[in-house]
T-cell receptor
């Protein structure tokens, strides 16, 4: 069973701060990593993907990947109340019989207060 | 129009009833998935289909069955609903290449309540 663990939260930060969300995974063969945002009662929405070690920036979001440590993170700069949501880390099986399947963490609930 | 649609969006039913949840997509993806989500438990895979003739069980398939009627349609059935199947159900799709970067896109969800 492929494991994906996220910091349990909930995480609460003031508006304008940096929110840091972390995720570790067990499958060393995985090459594709994704962050989804999910508002309460809504469906998960893809916000970031990362495949290479290092940082990937998209607006206020930065994804970081360290394959040696099997660690992926998401930083949200200048956090806004509209960022308040649950963030799901997803790791794709890129080999073997489960090729193409996504394995999700349980999510970290983020609250940004004004 | 949404790329992935689910019907119904909300359903309340009674224990023992047969329920079908439907998913349709216009993304042209070959792969389709059914998940359920419960508070604190994250997304759990029920069934997935890599093409019309390929259907596989996920982690929690007991009590559920599926039908892949066409590339664009994937239905989930609860043969005899029970209260612990009360949850939010999501359909998702992805391309068939399995290439790095291919990921899943979710429908809006069905909120199912079994009394």
């Amino acid at each position: 069973q492929k494991e994906v663990e996220q910091n349990s939260g909930p995480l609460s930060v003031p508006e304008g701060a940096i929110a840091s969300l972390n995720c570790t995974y067990s499958d060393r063969g995985s090459q594709s990593f994704f962050w989804y945002r999910q508002y309460s009662g809504k469906s998960p929405e893809l916000i970031m993907s990362i495949y290479s070690n290092g940082d990937k920036e998209d607006g206020r979001f930065t994804a970081q990947l360290n394959k040696a440590s099997q660690y992926v993170s998401l930083l949200i700069r200048d956090s806004q109340p509209s960022d308040s949501a649950t963030y799901l880390c997803a790791v794709k099986a890129d080999r073997g019989s489960t090729l193409g399947r996504l394995y999700f963490g349980r999510g970290t609930q983020l609250t940004v207060w004004p | 129009d949404a790329d992935v649609t689910q019907t119904p969006r909300n359903r309340i039913t009674k224990t023992g009833k047969r329920i079908m949840l439907e998913c349709s997509q216009t993304k042209g993806h070959d792969r389709m998935y059914w998940y359920r989500q419960d508070p604190g438990l994250g997304l759990r895979l029920i069934y997935y289909s890599f093409d019309v003739k390929d259907i596989n069980k996920g982690e929690i398939s007991d009590g559920y069955s599926v039908s892949r009627q066409a590339q664009a349609k994937f239905s989930l059935s609860l043969e005899s609903a029970i209260p612990n199947q009360t949850a939010l159900y999501f359909c998702a799709t992805s391309r068939s290449s399995g290439a790095i970067g291919d990921t899943q896109y979710f429908g809006p969800g069905t909120r199912l309540t079994v009394l």
